[in-house]
Structures are given as structure tokens and as C-alpha cells.
């Protein structure tokens, strides 16, 4: 007997998933719109307005997604219907032949086989299956101006809200590709199965990968929209500036130089949260000669501080803006000092945003004689008004000073610095956190990039609570020292002492050193830290006189910086 292919319980499950999907598809509505409403609130602006836009499309698509698998369920039940009814065709055209083979035989008149009555010949027409189809598009986002508008247009958003948006996408998108992914199986299993109806969903599977494709790289955008705004100090941006920002490519040239220095300094700022660091120095070596120097010209602001450019070129270019902020009328008189220092080549900046509070000063100069790349960050409280009056630089510069030539140090100030209280406060971890990652970056995109510097040991170290970055997980280093250091970000995250050698240096006074005695507080002068101790009499000075003293140049200190001098640069004398 002829059969057709077709596995009714197969084609029952398949109608089950379709509409457990449909229902899914239906739930995440109010979420998204959920996500996006958080999103939008303190938003404004030309990107707030792209963001409904895609938001409106993922809606309509994931809609009509539904509707296209709803619409589905009763054709594969009518096809089930029609696949029993040629079911039964056929055994009753099976049956009625039977009976016409007997019939023939009895006609014989030595047949033995009785004469059978039989009742009409059954349709020998096959039914034919419905035809089974989905037919769905998904659409591209917008995610940029795109050529609406000159870009002067000005938008905010909360970088928090924003990240949130994004959290609560990727969750929906985590979970959607999972229960996608069980509906495409059903599907395929229906189409091994069901021969006998065809089902044509390769194009709309497809088009739903797409769709969530499109998820994802909405997510991603906005993710990089949050960054600049949250480099950038939360304020306003064009969308000129956005749209460079938030590209997954540098910008031309003639793109740079068309943006105004106010534009320029908000780029600097927000940094391009789109592209890696390797495509920011091929985009520069890349460039005409001309280009570049027509950029560290016209935006010096943005070429002196974008990791990526050559150490050399951004201190040059940050020379060239030095000599601009030395004309700001109101400065104090250090402040313009520093400026003009910086200008004429005595001092040298590979990051200059005082706008936003973020500054690397260097010392030293890099060539072959380069051993040693020192890290500094300063300790609490410490703000611009110090760094024009030689505050936190004391230690930095008497290193390199006193390394014969070898050691290049950074006085690493990358973001408004660490205070005693508020969000910025000394015992914020999520804050300490934030700086200790951004050194990383630095120690691998800006240190770890230099041809000398890539070669030379490595050592971080750091003031007070300046030193809890240190110990982040990402700050790799060959030697790490503690000035009177507070508590690490713990034992668990740091290297194998075979791996970093740990010094830390500081009074018997300090009060700092009580952070040890606290159980479960890890501090370079814990008992059982790894950290070599070098421990100095504070005789005849108060304990917090002692803690402050550790990051000066006075007299009375020498013998605390020598001795960290004697175990980065060792001599024979030493």
C-alpha cells in the first residue's frame, strides 16, 4: 500500500511551539518598551529620537514575526487534516484493488473464490497538501544622523540609563535566542518529518537571525553612545560629535577638521568607544603626512590624548595646546606657569584634559638607554591646583631623576581624583575599580605599545588609597610598590610573587598601617601579605605628618626613596 510521509505528532509539536513562540514573542513586549522608556528618561536630542526609531522597529518586526507563526498553526493543522484524508485515500484505493484482484479471480468459472460485491471505486485523484510558507523581513535600524541635518544638533543622555537599556536587551536577546533556536528545530524536524507538505521557512529563519542581529547591534551602539557620554562627564554632545564617537571606524581627516574646537575637545573626551586601539594606529600610520600634520594643528586636543597615537607625537601635540591654555584669562599664576613649562618642552603631557580633570604628566626621556617604565598614581585628595604646584610629581621626578638616565615615570592622574568623601571617596571600591581598569588600559595601550617602553620592566605604584588601583586585576606590572598604601582589591587578584615582585615602603607611625591589623582587609602591611616591607622610624613626627611625608622629596624622606631608587635601579655601591 502507497504511504505518504507525514508524522502527525511531529506536526502537533511543531503547532505547540508555534504558538508557546508566538506567546514568548508577545511577552517580551512590555519589557522592551520597559528597557526603552528607561532609557529615555533625562534623553534628549536627534540620538534619543534614533533610538525610538529602532525601538519602533524591532517592535513592528518582532510583530510581524508573530503574526506570520500564528497565522501558520491552523494551515499546519489543515495540513495534518488533509494528510489523514489521503491517508485514508489511499488505504481505501489499497482496499478496493484487493477486492478487484478477487473479484477478477472469481469471473473464472473453475474459481474456487466466491463472488465479493464490492462498493464503488474510491477517487484515484491525490489530495493535494496546502502550501506552507512564512514570508517575513527584517529591517536595518538607524544608529547615526546619516546625513539629516548638519550636526550641530545637541543631545544628553544619562550614561546609567543608557546601560541599563542595553543590560535588559541583551537578557531578552540571551533568552530569545534560546527559545529561536528551539522553534527552528521544531521547524526542521517537521520538514524531515512531513515530506508529503512542504514548508518553506528557510528565508524566515534567516530573516529572524537578522532581526536578532539587529538586536544586538542596537544594544552595542547604545552601549557605545553611554560610553562617550560617560567619558565626556555626562553632558551634552552634538550629533556631529556622537556620530564620530560612536562609529565602528575612525573618522576621515576633513571630518575632524570640519568640527569646532568646542566639538573637538568634546571628541577628545568621549573617545571613539567603537574601534580598538589597533585600528586607531593603523588609521594613524595610514595617514598622508599632511593629514597628520594638518590634525596635530587643528586638533591638537584630540590627537595628544587618544591612546593609539605615538607617545612622542601626543607630548609634541599637547606642547602645541599648552601654549593655547597658558593665554586663558583668569588662571593663577602656577597654572599658566605649568602651561608655558609644558609648551616650551620642559615638562612633558601624554594625556592634557584639564577640562575634565585628566592628566599624565611625564619624566624622563624615552631612547635606548629606557629600562624601566614607572607608573605613579597620587594619593587622596590630591586635584589640579596640586599638579601646578609640583605636588604629586615630587616622587616620579626623583625617580628619574635618580635612575642614571634608565627610568621614564607617569604621574598618572586619569580622571577627576580620589577624595575622602563622596562618590570619588577613598573607600568606594566601585570608583577605586573605575581607575584601576583605566590603568590597565593605559599600562597595555599606551606603555605596552611603545617600542622601547614595550620592552622595559614595568612598575606601578601608588600613594594612600591612590594605590588600591594598583592592585586591580588588569594593571599588570614586573614590580609593584606601595607608598604608605591603603587596602589592596585582594589577595585572590593578585600575581604569583614569581611572577611580580611586591615592595612596599612607609612609617612605623602611620596610621595607614592599621589597615593591616583588620581581618579580611588585605594591605601591603598585612602579616601574611606578599609585599616586601621596608619599615622607617617616625620619630618626632605625627602619624599623618608620616603618611604624607611618604609621597615628598624632602630631605627627611630621602632615605625611604633612595632605598626604593637602590631596588629598581641596583648598583654595585647599593
Given at each position: 500500500m502507497?504511504?505518504?510521509?507525514?508524522d502527525?505528532?511531529?506536526?502537533t509539536?511543531?503547532?505547540?511551539?508555534?504558538?508557546?513562540?508566538?506567546?514568548?514573542?508577545?511577552?517580551?513586549?512590555?519589557?522592551?518598551?520597559?528597557?526603552?522608556?528607561?532609557?529615555?528618561?533625562?534623553?534628549?536630542?536627534?540620538?534619543?529620537?534614533?533610538?525610538?526609531?529602532a525601538?519602533?522597529?524591532?517592535?513592528?518586526?518582532?510583530?510581524?514575526?508573530?503574526?506570520k507563526?500564528?497565522?501558520?498553526?491552523?494551515?499546519i493543522?489543515t495540513?495534518?487534516?488533509?494528510?489523514?484524508?489521503?491517508?485514508?485515500?489511499?488505504?481505501?484505493?489499497?482496499?478496493?484493488?484487493?477486492?478487484?484482484?478477487?473479484?477478477?479471480?472469481?469471473?473464472?468459472p473453475?474459481?474456487?473464490?466466491p463472488m465479493?460485491?464490492?462498493?464503488?471505486?474510491?477517487?484515484?485523484?491525490?489530495?493535494?497538501?496546502?502550501?506552507?510558507?512564512?514570508?517575513?523581513?527584517?529591517?536595518?535600524?538607524?544608529?547615526?544622523?546619516?546625513?539629516?541635518?548638519?550636526?550641530?544638533?545637541?543631545?544628553?543622555a544619562d550614561?546609567?540609563?543608557?546601560?541599563?537599556?542595553?543590560?535588559?536587551?541583551?537578557?531578552?536577546d540571551?533568552?530569545?535566542?534560546?527559545?529561536?533556536s528551539?522553534?527552528?528545530?521544531?521547524?526542521?524536524?517537521?520538514?524531515?518529518?512531513?515530506?508529503?507538505?512542504?514548508?518553506?521557512?528557510?528565508g524566515?529563519?534567516a530573516?529572524?537571525?537578522?532581526?536578532?542581529?539587529?538586536?544586538?547591534?542596537?544594544?552595542?551602539?547604545?552601549?557605545?553612545?553611554?560610553?562617550?557620554?560617560?567619558?565626556?562627564?555626562?553632558?551634552?554632545?552634538?550629533?556631529?560629535?556622537?556620530?564620530?564617537?560612536?562609529?565602528?571606524?575612525?573618522?576621515?581627516?576633513?571630518?575632524?577638521?570640519?568640527?569646532?574646537?568646542?566639538?573637538?575637545?568634546?571628541?577628545?573626551?568621549?573617545?571613539?568607544?567603537?574601534?580598538?586601539?589597533?585600528?586607531?594606529?593603523?588609521?594613524?600610520?595610514?595617514?598622508?603626512?599632511a593629514?597628520?600634520?594638518?590634525?596635530?594643528?587643528?586638533?591638537?586636543?584630540?590627537?595628544?590624548?587618544?591612546?593609539?597615537?605615538?607617545?612622542?607625537?601626543?607630548?609634541?601635540?599637547?606642547?602645541?595646546?599648552a601654549?593655547?591654555?597658558?593665554?586663558?584669562?583668569?588662571?593663577?599664576?602656577?597654572?599658566?606657569?605649568?602651561?608655558?613649562?609644558?609648551?616650551?618642552?620642559?615638562?612633558?603631557?601624554?594625556?592634557?584634559l584639564?577640562?575634565?580633570?585628566r592628566?599624565?604628566?611625564?619624566?624622563?626621556?624615552?631612547?635606548?638607554n629606557?629600562?624601566?617604565a614607572?607608573?605613579?598614581?597620587p594619593?587622596?585628595?590630591?586635584?589640579?591646583?596640586?599638579?601646578?604646584?609640583?605636588?604629586?610629581?615630587q616622587?616620579p621626578?626623583?625617580l628619574?631623576?635618580?635612575?642614571?638616565?634608565?627610568?621614564?615615570?607617569?604621574?598618572?592622574?586619569?580622571?577627576?581624583?580620589?577624595?575622602?568623601?563622596?562618590?570619588?571617596?577613598?573607600?568606594?571600591?566601585?570608583?577605586?575599580?573605575?581607575?584601576?581598569?583605566?590603568?590597565?588600559?593605559?599600562?597595555?595601550?599606551?606603555?605596552?605599545?611603545?617600542p622601547?617602553?614595550?620592552?622595559?620592566?614595568t612598575?606601578?605604584?601608588?600613594?594612600?588609597?591612590?594605590?588600591?588601583p594598583?592592585?586591580?586585576?588588569?594593571?599588570?606590572?614586573d614590580?609593584?610598590?606601595?607608598?604608605?598604601?591603603?587596602?589592596?582589591?585582594g589577595?585572590?587578584f593578585e600575581?604569583?610573587?614569581?611572577?611580580?615582585?611586591?615592595?612596599?615602603?612607609?612609617?612605623d607611625?602611620?596610621?595607614?598601617?592599621?589597615i593591616?591589623?583588620?581581618?579580611?582587609?588585605?594591605?601591603?602591611?598585612?602579616?601574611?601579605?606578599t609585599?616586601?616591607?621596608?619599615?622607617?622610624?617616625g620619630?618626632?613626627?605625627?602619624?599623618?605628618?608620616?603618611?604624607?611625608?611618604?609621597?615628598?622629596?624632602?630631605e627627611?624622606?630621602l632615605?625611604l626613596?633612595?632605598?626604593?631608587?637602590?631596588?629598581?635601579?641596583?648598583?654595585?655601591?647599593?
Amino acid at each position: 500500500m502507497s504511504t505518504i510521509q507525514f508524522d502527525h505528532q511531529v506536526a502537533t509539536s511543531l503547532m505547540n511551539d508555534l504558538g508557546w513562540f508566538a506567546t514568548v514573542l508577545i511577552d517580551q513586549g512590555a519589557h522592551r518598551r520597559g528597557a526603552m522608556n528607561t532609557a529615555l528618561l533625562d534623553a534628549k536630542g536627534p540620538y534619543s529620537d534614533l533610538l525610538v526609531d529602532a525601538c519602533m522597529i524591532e517592535s513592528e518586526d518582532r510583530g510581524r514575526f508573530r503574526g506570520k507563526i500564528a497565522d501558520l498553526q491552523p494551515e499546519i493543522a489543515t495540513a495534518s487534516q488533509k494528510a489523514r484524508e489521503e491517508e485514508e485515500r489511499l488505504r481505501e484505493v489499497a482496499v478496493w484493488e484487493a477486492g478487484a484482484a478477487l473479484r477478477q479471480l472469481a469471473l473464472s468459472p473453475t474459481s474456487p473464490v466466491p463472488m465479493v460485491q464490492q462498493g464503488p471505486q474510491p477517487s484515484y485523484y491525490p489530495i493535494a497538501p496546502p502550501p506552507l510558507r512564512i514570508a517575513f523581513q527584517a529591517r536595518g535600524r538607524p544608529r547615526g544622523r546619516q546625513g539629516s541635518g548638519d550636526g550641530s544638533a545637541v543631545c544628553s543622555a544619562d550614561p546609567g540609563k543608557l546601560r541599563e537599556f542595553v543590560r535588559q536587551s541583551k537578557a531578552m536577546d540571551l533568552a530569545l535566542h534560546s527559545d529561536f533556536s528551539r522553534l527552528r528545530d521544531s521547524v526542521t524536524k517537521f520538514q524531515q518529518s512531513c515530506g508529503w507538505a512542504p514548508l518553506e521557512a528557510a528565508g524566515a529563519l534567516a530573516a529572524f537571525e537578522r532581526y536578532l542581529t539587529e538586536n544586538e547591534e542596537t544594544a552595542a551602539w547604545v552601549s557605545r553612545v553611554a560610553t562617550a557620554f560617560q567619558n565626556a562627564g555626562g553632558g551634552e554632545l552634538t550629533t556631529r560629535v556622537l556620530d564620530l564617537a560612536t562609529a565602528t571606524a575612525m573618522p576621515t581627516p576633513a571630518s575632524l577638521l570640519e568640527l569646532t574646537d568646542e566639538e573637538l575637545l568634546a571628541l577628545a573626551a568621549a573617545g571613539f568607544p567603537g574601534v580598538t586601539v589597533d585600528v586607531v594606529e593603523n588609521w594613524w600610520a595610514g595617514l598622508r603626512e599632511a593629514d597628520r600634520e594638518a590634525l596635530t594643528t587643528a586638533a591638537a586636543v584630540l590627537i595628544g590624548n587618544l591612546a593609539g597615537i605615538p607617545i612622542a607625537t601626543r607630548t609634541a601635540t599637547n606642547a602645541l595646546r599648552a601654549a593655547e591654555l597658558a593665554e586663558v584669562k583668569g588662571i593663577s599664576k602656577a597654572e599658566r606657569t605649568y602651561w608655558l613649562e609644558v609648551a616650551s618642552g620642559e615638562r612633558s603631557l601624554v594625556l592634557c584634559l584639564p577640562e575634565f580633570e585628566r592628566m599624565i604628566e611625564m619624566f624622563g626621556t624615552i631612547g635606548p638607554n629606557t629600562t624601566h617604565a614607572i607608573t605613579y598614581l597620587p594619593g587622596t585628595g590630591i586635584t589640579m591646583g596640586d599638579l601646578f604646584k609640583e605636588g604629586p610629581q615630587q616622587v616620579p621626578k626623583y625617580l628619574a631623576d635618580h635612575s642614571d638616565g634608565k627610568g621614564v615615570t607617569f604621574v598618572y592622574m586619569d580622571r577627576p581624583w580620589i577624595t575622602w568623601t563622596g562618590e570619588r571617596r577613598n573607600t568606594n571600591p566601585w570608583y577605586l575599580a573605575k581607575v584601576g581598569a583605566a590603568l590597565g588600559g593605559f599600562q597595555r595601550d599606551v606603555i605596552g605599545r611603545d617600542p622601547v617602553l614595550a620592552n622595559a620592566t614595568t612598575v606601578v605604584g601608588g600613594h594612600s588609597a591612590g594605590f588600591t588601583p594598583v592592585t586591580w586585576p588588569t594593571v599588570q606590572a614586573d614590580i609593584v610598590f606601595s607608598l604608605a598604601g591603603s587596602y589592596s582589591f585582594g589577595a585572590k587578584f593578585e600575581r604569583p610573587p614569581s611572577m611580580t615582585k611586591y615592595l612596599s615602603y612607609g612609617y612605623d607611625n602611620d596610621p595607614i598601617a592599621y589597615i593591616g591589623k583588620v581581618p579580611g582587609l588585605d594591605s601591603p602591611t598585612s602579616p601574611d601579605s606578599t609585599y616586601d616591607k621596608n619599615v622607617y622610624s617616625g620619630e618626632g613626627m605625627s602619624g599623618i605628618d608620616a603618611h604624607n611625608l611618604t609621597a615628598t622629596d624632602a630631605e627627611q624622606n630621602l632615605p625611604l626613596l633612595d632605598d626604593l631608587v637602590q631596588e629598581l635601579f641596583p648598583t654595585e655601591e647599593g
